[in-house]
Nanobody, 132 residues
Framework: RVQVVESGGGSVEPGGSRRLSCVVSGSTDNAYCVAWFRQVSGRERETVAAFYVGQRDRYYGDPAKGRFTISHDKAKNSVDLQMSSLNQDDTATYYC?????????????????????????WGQGTQVTVSS
């Protein structure tokens, strides 16, 4: 069984920063894909960023490019999402998910386009609210 747990959500002022963390534990493979998604009520879940454990490539969705960074903290065994220059459009529930079957090619290379349907293991979500 694989467990995914997010943390770090909260309120932040426009222009501010926030760091989310995701810990994937349990019966994981040595290498797998971890991604961050976000969803606003009434809208489809969108891909924010993805990372294949053990590889250097990163995938960023359009909302994240130039503002967000996904990284792997080996000491904490977490995949973190550092968000900066936040605005009200970033207000959403952020989800972390893991896939043991999505390939590195399809997870985080320049050819990748990871979608929510590619992921089986999900966290409970953490709310990020950007407001003044």
């Amino acid at each position: 069984r694989v467990q995914v747990v997010e943390s770090g959500g909260g309120s932040v002022e426009p222009g501010g920063s926030r760091r989310l963390s995701c810990v994937v534990s349990g019966s994981t493979d040595n290498a797998y894909c971890v991604a961050w998604f976000r969803q606003v009520s009434g809208r489809e879940r969108e891909t924010v960023a993805a990372f294949y454990v053990g590889q250097r490539d990163r995938y960023y969705g359009d909302p994240a490019k130039g503002r967000f960074t996904i990284s792997h903290d080996k000491a904490k065994n977490s995949v973190d999402l550092q968000m900066s220059s936040l605005n009200q459009d970033d207000t959403a529930t952020y989800y972390c998910a893991a896939s043991m079957s999505l390939s590195y090619f399809d997870c985080s290379t320049s050819h990748a386009n990871p979608e929510p349907t590619d992921f089986f293991y999900w966290g409970q979500g953490t709310q990020v609210t950007v407001s003044s």
